[in-house]
């Protein structure tokens, strides 16, 4: 549990707040490469960590990002034109180049006055499907968080974009959360085939409604989310909802594993490693990809996925994704999350325990928003299978006291290879280490 003061200061995230100014010493996820395809298409406007900017293609394929309103008098550039290497204000005209120089100044003349002003323009890279910024402090970037898909070609991804009208933490906390899986997706798991089929007293009556939810491995994407299961169908060999959790930092942040009893077999245990590269990334074992959140404003935050498939499956996935349930991403106005009723009716008929279509993302996205806009802490009871959250608030708050002691925020990932970060899920001897199915990690014990 946390004071009221301590879950401001973790929950808040505009300019000048605590958290606000750690998280602005990273690269942050801005917008989807999708967004802008082509050199001088539309720009787009972009809100993340309370701020406004607008995010543009020059002509010569290069990616600006800006400050949203023009340096003269204010208006949005996200209005503007696109032309000929910068984006022009509708309102007098000004024009911007990707760094910020202000090219063309219509209503005035003189150019000593446009090469004395420079407009907010903050550094950019492509890399994953997504936009990265950095916008802290110039000079003070910290390496660049390559993952391995970070080169994948567009159709070797698939990336999902959910926003979500909560306060970040909640659903960063929720991707790294691992007892809540063989519960709140217990219909996950049951439909993957050889899953456990009760929690309490809730037993599967036949089988679970949800049969065309998209499970990882069965050719669906959209379960791949935050605690998503193992990947391939009927692997979750445990009823054991009482993980012990033994965490480690890293240089990118921390990993744990869950480790579970495995039914029948006590000789063995299935565990789980979740590597969690500060501030924002979650790489969760069973699942192939990473899920990233991102906070738009304090009640705001995008809930990204980014998933490797097969050569060319990504872009068609991309085209089609309009009409799954579970799939957010292609268009902008279809990325705000709306849940599906709650079938009441199946769960008391013991055809569902959660009573949400669509699949794991869609069961985590309810539980996290149902907490409100910004969950108070102080009112929480935590366990010890919550040792991961409480070591992702840790870090975060010893990164605002590094920041203000003038030292550098913690997992920074100095000397660090993101490529080799991975998750895992398997089933091992009791008596092997864990660590051993991350080898690259460097876990150090704190
Ligand atoms: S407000 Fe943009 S040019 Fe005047
Ligand atoms: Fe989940």
């Not at 958290?19 to 996820?29: A, K």
């Not at 120089?101 to 090469?115: C, D, G, K």
């Not at 009893?261 to 969760?284: N, S």
């Not at 009409?323 to 013991?350: F, H, K, S, Y």
Request: proline share 9%; with cysteine; glycine share 12%.
């Amino acid at each position: 549990m946390l004071t009221a003061e301590e879950n401001e200061v973790l929950c808040r995230v505009g300019p000048g707040t605590p958290m606000g100014t750690v998280l602005r010493r990273y690269w942050t996820p801005a917008f989807q490469l999708g967004d802008l395809p082509t050199p001088d298409c539309p720009p787009v406007r972009v809100t993340i960590l309370g701020e406004n900017f607008v995010a543009f293609r020059d002509t010569a394929g290069r990616l600006g990002f800006l400050d949203e309103l023009c340096s003269h008098r204010g208006a949005s550039l996200a209005l503007g034109r696109v032309e000929d290497c910068g984006i022009r204000c509708l309102y007098h005209g000004w024009k911007y180049a990707v760094d910020g120089t202000i090219m063309e100044t219509p209503n005035l003349a003189a150019p000593t006055f446009r090469e004395r002003v420079k407009h907010g323009a903050y550094p950019v890279r492509e890399a994953g499907g997504l936009a990265w910024v950095y916008l802290g402090p110039p000079g003070t970037e910290p390496p660049f968080p390559a993952f391995a898909w970070s080169t994948a070609d567009p159709d070797e991804l698939l990336v999902t974009e959910m926003i979500m009208d909560c306060n970040w933490m909640q659903v960063l906390e929720g991707s790294i959360d691992s007892s809540h899986v063989g519960v709140l997706h217990l219909d996950t798991l049951a439909t993957m085939g050889a899953g456990p089929r009760s929690v309490g007293s809730f037993d599967f009556a036949g089988e679970p409604w949800d049969l065309d939810m998209p499970v990882p491995g069965r050719g669906g994407q959209g379960g791949q989310g935050q605690g998503a299961p193992a990947r391939r169908p009927g692997v979750w060999p445990s009823d054991d909802n009482a993980p012990r959790i033994e965490v480690e930092n890293t240089p990118f942040g921390f990993h744990y594993a869950a480790i579970r009893d495995v039914t029948g077999e006590p000789d063995r245990k299935f565990v789980r490693v979740t590597a969690f590269v500060m501030p924002y990334t979650a790489f969760i074992g069973g699942a192939p990809g990473a899920v990233i959140v991102v906070p738009r404003d304090d009640y705001t935050c995008s809930s990204i996925g980014v998933f490797p498939v097969p050569k060319g499956s990504g872009a068609a996935r991309r085209a089609g994704a309009g009409t799954d349930p579970a799939v957010w991403g292609p268009e902008p106005d279809n990325r705000r999350i709306r849940l599906p009723r709650q079938d009441r009716e199946a769960m008391a008929a013991g055809q569902s325990f959660a009573g949400f279509r669509g699949g794991n993302r869609i069961q985590d996205a309810a539980v996290q928003l149902s907490s409100g806009p910004m969950y108070d802490r102080a009112k929480e009871h935590l366990v010890p299978a919550d040792l991961a959250i409480i070591r992702l608030r840790r870090l975060l708050a010893d990164s605002v006291r590094l920041l203000e002691a003038g030292r550098d925020p913690v997992g920074r990932g100095e000397g660090c290879d993101f490529a080799r970060i991975t998750a895992a899920s398997q089933i091992i001897d009791a008596s092997q280490a864990w660590q051993d199915l991350v080898p690259a990690h460097q876990g150090s014990a704190s």
